[in-house]
């Protein structure tokens, strides 16, 4: 399975019980299936889950990550890192990078 389908597929479950949740009541999170890692985050920013794909076992400062931005302050809105959907980001600079 690509890393696009099985991150639709993990969406579909993991990221909806997310999203549920009151994002001040939610810290960190890992979450593992089939070949990869999924990271979120809901505590770097106020109405905003990040949410990071990298292969088991990758460093958090390797750039390895595909790593998108949720903005649940209305109407949730998906960005990407770097506007792409790439596994080429730094999961610890998810807050500094660009979204698109």
Do not use: H, P
């Amino acid at each position: 399975m690509s890393v696009i389908n099985e991150f639709k597929a993990w969406l579909s479950t993991a990221t909806k019980q997310m999203l549920r949740v009151t994002v001040d009541n939610v810290d960190e999170g890992v979450y593992v299936a089939g070949n990869y890692t999924y990271r979120y985050d809901t505590t770097s920013t106020v109405s905003t889950i990040y949410v990071g794909v990298a292969a088991i076992g990758a460093s958090e400062s390797a750039a390895v990550w595909q790593i998108s931005k949720w903005d649940t302050s209305g109407v949730i809105d998906l960005l990407w890192a770097d506007t792409d959907q790439e596994l080429d980001n730094i999961w610890d600079n998810r807050v500094g990078l660009s979204y698109g």
